[in-house]
């Protein structure tokens, strides 16, 4: 007679025995039962057997859960160029992203800070930088469609000019570096040798190979029914920045199912209802972010997000990480 046995009762075996460690029949008294009656194979033979089959499961499990994404989706954030980590950090995305969703406070714009300056990068010297960095973050990664978020650090450069300037002169000076880096392109002088450099913005020089730069100066952006949000207001308190945003989202659009905030620099995740709730952590060198003032108590953490949507933008769980660097 033989013993019916389904694909989950093996899922979990495999699991059990290989993963939890919580099986306790050895490999010989689990052969009959994997493999068949009168199928008695040796211990090593058992166990080679079922490593083959815990890479089919992950194999069977990958192929259902991605046959229904239609966006992939990879989120950055908190950056603080030039205290960044390296770009081989995003390696294994090469080719698997749709949007690429770079969510606030990519470049530092600590010269415009107000907090004591403990080192210098000109404002100019860091936005090439950024720009470098961002042009070859699309190059590896290859988006078809790239939203650029408005964070507070890239904020501090119009803070930094409304409290200097009067309104008529800030009526033609940029917000954030993006507007120049991404949409308005901008020269950087060296006054002394008398030459200038002009640095085409993104936008431009990706839109010969069709990939779309995106950015409206806004503090978030909307992808199928997700929000990515770079908040101002910040709380120690786990998840309540999240939280707070989507009290506010839930006023002003509530056709979304997920938040994605970035800020914090915190990892977490959070379900209520039918609203998933992330903070995707930061991407800078934490042991070269220790200046901030502020911030030394509080642990930081690295960490992004990547998601699946299907194709009403609906995110997919078993297809979606909050990855823990
Ligand atoms: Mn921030």
Same mark, same amino acid.
């Given at each position: 007679?033989?013993?019916?046995? @389904?694909?989950?009762? &093996? *899922?979990?075996?495999? %699991?059990?025995? =290989?993963?939890?460690?919580?099986?306790? /029949?050895?490999? !010989?008294?689990?052969?009959?039962?994997?493999?068949?009656?009168?199928?008695?194979?040796?211990?090593?033979?058992?166990?080679?057997?079922?490593?083959?089959?815990?890479?089919?499961?992950?194999?069977?499990?990958?192929?259902?859960?991605?046959?229904?994404?239609?966006?992939?989706?990879?989120?950055?954030?908190?950056?603080?160029?030039?205290?960044?980590?390296?770009?081989?950090?995003?390696?294994?995305?090469?080719?698997?992203?749709?949007?690429?969703?770079?969510?606030?406070?990519?470049?530092?714009?600590?010269?415009?800070?107000?907090?004591?300056?403990?080192?210098?990068?000109?404002?100019?010297?860091?936005?090439?930088?950024?720009?470098?960095?961002?042009?070859?973050?699309?190059?590896?990664?290859?988006?078809? @469609?790239?939203?650029? &978020? *408005?964070?507070?650090? %890239?904020?501090? =450069?119009?803070?930094?000019?409304?409290? /200097?300037?009067? !309104?008529?002169?800030?009526?033609?000076?940029?917000?954030?570096?993006?507007?120049?880096?991404?949409?308005?392109?901008?020269?950087?002088?060296?006054?002394?040798?008398?030459?200038?450099?002009?640095?085409?913005?993104?936008?431009?020089?990706?839109?010969?190979?069709?990939?779309?730069?995106?950015?409206?100066?806004?503090?978030?952006?909307?992808?199928?029914?997700?929000?990515?949000?770079?908040?101002?207001?910040?709380?120690?308190?786990?998840?309540?920045?999240?939280?707070?945003?989507?009290?506010?989202?839930?006023?002003?659009?509530?056709?979304?199912?997920?938040?994605?905030?970035?800020?914090?620099?915190?990892?977490?995740?959070?379900?209520?209802?039918?609203?998933?709730?992330?903070?995707?952590?930061?991407?800078?060198?934490?042991?070269?972010?220790?200046?901030?003032?502020?911030? =030394?108590?509080?642990?930081?953490?690295?960490?992004?997000?990547?998601?699946?949507?299907?194709?009403?933008?609906?995110?997919?769980?078993?297809?979606?990480?909050?990855?823990?660097?």
């Amino acid at each position: 007679m033989s013993v019916i046995i @389904t694909y989950q009762e &093996v *899922k979990n075996l495999v %699991e059990n025995k =290989l993963i939890n460690k919580t099986e306790t /029949r050895s490999y !010989e008294e689990l052969s009959e039962y994997l493999f068949g009656e009168g199928q008695c194979f040796n211990e090593s033979e058992v166990r080679k057997r079922m490593y083959g089959m815990k890479r089919l499961i992950e194999i069977i499990e990958n192929n259902k859960a991605s046959a229904d994404v239609a966006t992939r989706i990879l989120s950055l954030s908190d950056f603080h160029i030039p205290f960044n980590l390296p770009l081989e950090t995003f390696e294994e995305y090469s080719g698997k992203v749709d949007v690429l969703v770079l969510n606030g406070d990519i470049e530092d714009c600590q010269s415009c800070s107000k907090f004591p300056k403990k080192y210098r990068v000109n404002i100019d010297e860091e936005m090439v930088m950024t720009r470098t960095f961002i042009i070859n973050l699309i190059n590896m990664i290859k988006p078809k @469609t790239v939203y650029i &978020v *408005k964070g507070n650090h %890239e904020y501090r =450069l119009g803070r930094y000019l409304s409290d /200097r300037l009067n !309104e008529d002169l800030l009526s033609i000076m940029p917000e954030t570096p993006m507007d120049l880096i991404v949409n308005e392109g901008f020269n950087v002088r060296d006054y002394i040798n008398k030459t200038k450099i002009w640095y085409t913005p993104l936008a431009d020089v990706y839109k010969e190979q069709g990939i779309d730069i995106v950015y409206t100066g806004e503090w978030y952006a909307k992808v199928g029914k997700t929000i990515f949000v770079h908040p101002l207001t910040y709380s120690t308190a786990m998840l309540k920045t999240t939280e707070k945003a989507v009290n506010y989202f839930l006023r002003t659009d509530r056709d979304f199912d997920c938040i994605v905030l970035a800020h914090t620099h915190k990892l977490g995740s959070y379900i209520q209802g039918d609203i998933r709730m992330y903070e995707q952590g930061c991407l800078c060198d934490l042991s070269k972010i220790t200046y901030r003032d502020g911030y =030394l108590t509080i642990p930081q953490q690295n960490g992004f997000i990547y998601m699946g949507q299907d194709k009403e933008g609906h995110i997919i769980d078993d297809c979606t990480k909050l990855v823990n660097l």
